[in-house]
């Protein structure tokens, strides 16, 4: 079974502060999601990536950015936080090209006051 | 959430009933994934699916790629099934995974 880990489970920001919200798989999976969850919208893709050294704009990407350093981590970053991100937020991997399933992390609960 | 309509939002089933939740796409969709989150809120892969039909147990699900829909059948309900469905269409010039805002289900004893 795939793991994918997200840290941390919980977090409390301030208006304008930076957040990093770090994801981690150990299945050597290739591609990499950041989701935000919010009712009534269900599961928005923010960032995505095909590989170490790659990042991609999801469909709603402004006021974040992503950091994929390796295969194994992926990071979604808000330099400066504000309320309207207050959300849950999901990481999840697959691999590229196989009729293999995303995997999901636990999420992270941030709020941001 | 546009590019991937689901429905219904909300249903409530009694126990031992059987139904269908359905996905329409607007976008062009090489595969459908559908997922169970539960109260915890955990997502768990229920089906991944080119053209074509799946069955696992109690859920089988079908994706029609020229008509551009998905549906999951439920059978037989058990209170363990309630939670929210997500489905969710790969397009087919990226990897991109978008999801449908989720079917709501409450199973009653």
């Known amino acids: 079974e795939a793991a994918v880990t997200q840290s941390p489970r919980n977090k409390v920001a301030v208006t304008g502060g930076k957040v990093t919200l770090s994801c981690n798989q150990t299945?050597?999976?290739?591609?990499m999601y950041w989701y935000r969850q919010d009712t009534g919208h269900g599961l928005r893709l923010i960032h995505y990536?095909?590989?170490?050294?790659?990042?991609e704009k999801g469909d709603i990407p402004d006021g974040y950015k992503a950091s994929r350093p390796s295969q194994e981590n992926f990071s979604l970053i808000l330099e400066l936080a504000t309320p309207s991100q207050t959300s849950v937020y999901f990481c999840?991997?697959?691999?590229?090209?196989?009729?293999?399933?995303?995997?999901f992390g636990s999420g992270t609960r941030l709020t941001v006051l | 959430g546009d590019k991937v309509k689901q429905s219904p939002s909300a249903l409530s089933l009694q126990e031992g009933t059987n139904s269908a939740l359905r996905c329409n796409f607007s976008?062009?969709?090489?595969?459908v994934q559908w997922f169970l989150q539960n109260p915890r809120g955990s997502l768990m892969n229920l089906f991944y699916?080119?053209?074509g039909t799946k069955e696992n147990g109690r859920l089988k699900s079908a994706f029609d790629s020229k008509e551009s829909y998905s549906t999951l059948h439920i059978r037989d309900a058990q209170l363990e099934d309630s939670g929210t469905y997500f489905c969710?269409?790969?397009?087919?010039?990226?990897?991109?995974?978008?999801f449908g805002t989720g079917t709501r289900l409450q199973v009653l004893p």
């Open positions: 999840a991997s697959a691999r590229r090209d196989s009729a293999e399933t995303l995997y």
């Open positions: 299945n050597n999976h290739n591609n």
């Open positions: 990536s095909y590989g170490a050294g790659s990042t």
């Open positions: 976008i062009a969709a090489t595969t």
């Open positions: 699916l080119v053209p």
């Open positions: 969710a269409a790969e397009a087919s010039n990226t990897n991109k995974v978008v």
